[in-house]
């Protein structure tokens, strides 16, 4: 595998070009050294992290290629991390190992290029006002992360023939927030002429994955009054700030779920993913995405401990307490060992599994095509490590990327090496069926069957996934659309 990392696609955006859309890289004379990954984006401390490099100037990507020189072009993967738009970055903060390709490339004749990149977190990246949209030539505002994304896919199209890929084969690729961005692309025309295809773990065109002009201007209110800069020049006094005291000012708004999200500004973003996929809006191009079977264990505010009181009241700042009502009342407390289970359960549904089913039927709807997953097995670190969450949120990863030292218990290297063959196949043929053979045929999905492919020991299909709760949460949905809130599900 070779590897070119720290490959810089933008200007460094410092200073002025703080809160602005990216500039390209200016072209550099000899050869650049691309031995060790790029600064992370700025971002809140882990705990895992006191040793890592982080600054804004932190544009930067990573290719990854196999050794030998392909006779034809290779296909090309762009993968976006995760991380609630606020964390995140391709050399891993808490250590490299999972977004390298290296797993992933050795172990499959579906060679493909893998570009991974940074982008620009939390209010560095997301944050609006009507001075930063003043500014901006086309009245953009909110999104400069978006357009880091979408500056690396420009990157990708101008340069990746020289690494042996195809630019007339990229899938973008996300998980979490990642995803959520590809769902963003997917409906983003600005983005269309850079990829062919998409895959989404864990982030489907939701409510979530978007938020309002007014909300993202609002945050930003709060920012400025946080910092001081409320009086005079306020862009000049927030250009001026030290980037750790943007960190620690993230005034992220109590019970926020996801704080930091792409904004619905009329520019790079005209309405939210769903809805622009729902009316047909979208780039119409091979899609793949699912989600686990316990995302809501990483997300909901309650412990294995917590009571049917805690519950009901985390659902009715989460809904309203007439929807609330509903919603406790399609997840009744007898079918569910505890509170904790009862709220993570319809936490995911509503959040990931639900959404899923509704992009697909949508995007089918619209002459697309969409394969869905459904990941159910715990792998045996976790029941190690924390049983209680389950088959959490992330899941997915260890598989989809064929990371076989995290797959330690009986039959998980081979599971993780059959999904990482689907992943692989829809990089190289945007179907996951071909050209390495598979375990099962997945089939494409459609409204009248309703089946998804359900990666466990064995890899199997089913039908009618959630079939009753995602009815209800379709009913939610219709009922009160738009619901621009992060708070919204």
């Not at 620009?120 to 930063?132: D, I, Y």
């Not at 088959?391 to 995290?406: M, P, R, Y």
């Not at 099962?440 to 089913?462: C, G, H, L, M």
């Not at 009753?468 to 009913?475: G, L, P, Q, Y």
Request: with cysteine; charged share 15%.
């Amino acid at each position: 595998m070779r590897q070119f990392l720290g490959v810089p696609f933008a200007v460094p955006p410092l200073g002025e070009l703080r809160f602005r859309k990216p500039v390209p890289a200016k072209p550099w004379t000899g050869v650049l050294s691309t031995k060790l990954n790029g600064p992370a984006c700025p971002q809140p401390s882990t705990g895992l992290d006191q040793f890592a490099n982080v600054s804004e100037d932190c544009l930067y990507l990573d290719v990854y290629a196999p050794v030998e020189t392909p006779s034809t072009p290779l296909p090309v993967v762009v993968y976006f991390y995760g991380g609630s738009w606020e964390y995140g970055d391709i050399g891993g903060l808490t250590g490299d190992g999972i977004y390298n390709g290296i797993y992933w490339n050795n172990a499959f004749p579906n060679k493909a290029i893998i570009v991974t990149t940074n982008y620009r977190l939390g209010p560095f990246g997301w944050l609006a006002s009507p001075l930063l949209a003043k500014e901006d030539p086309d009245g953009s505002t909110g999104n400069t992360g978006l357009q880091d994304q979408r500056l690396a896919l420009m990157w990708v199209q101008k340069n990746i023939a020289a690494f042996g890929g195809d630019p007339n084969k990229v899938t973008i690729w996300g998980e979490s927030a990642g995803a959520g961005s590809v769902s963003t692309h997917l409906v983003s025309p600005k983005s269309w002429p850079y990829f062919h295809a998409a895959i989404m773990n864990s982030g489907p065109p939701a409510n979530w994955t978007a938020r309002s002009l007014d909300m993202a201007e609002a945050h930003w209110d709060r920012v400025v009054t946080a910092v001081g800069c409320s009086a005079g020049d306020v862009l000049a006094c927030m250009r001026a700030q030290p980037m750790e005291t943007l960190v620690k000012h993230m005034e992220n708004l109590p019970g926020e779920l996801v704080s930091f999200t792409p904004v619905v500004d009329g520019v790079q973003l005209l309405d939210i993913p769903p809805q622009l996929v729902r009316n047909g809006s979208f780039h119409n191009v091979p899609v793949m995405l699912g989600s686990n079977l316990d995302e809501g264990t990483l997300f909901v505010p309650l412990k294995p401990s917590s009571s049917t009181a805690d519950l009901v009241k985390w659902a009715n700042f989460q809904f309203g307490a007439e929807t609330a009502s509903r919603v406790l009342a399609a997840y009744p407390e007898s079918d569910y060992s505890s509170a904790f289970v009862r709220a993570s359960a319809l936490f995911g549904d509503a959040a990931m599994t639900c959404p899923v089913r509704r992009a697909a039927r949508w995007i089918t709807g619209h002459g697309g095509t969409t394969h869905t997953y459904f990941f159910t097995h715990t792998w045996l670190l976790i029941q190690l490590f924390d049983p209680s969450i389950g088959v959490c949120h992330g899941s997915d990863l260890v598989g989809a990327w064929d990371v076989v030292v995290a797959a330690i218990g009986p039959g998980e290297e081979k599971l993780a090496n059959q999904m990482a063959s689907y992943w692989s196949n829809m990089v190289a043929s945007h179907n996951p069926n071909s050209p390495t053979t598979v375990p099962v045929a997945w089939p494409a999905y459609n409204a009248s069957s309703d089946t998804n492919i359900e990666f466990n020991i064995p890899v199997s299909t089913q039908t009618g996934l959630h079939s009753a709760h995602c009815d209800f949460w379709d009913t939610i949905y219709a009922e009160e659309h738009p619901p621009l809130s992060p708070f919204s599900l």
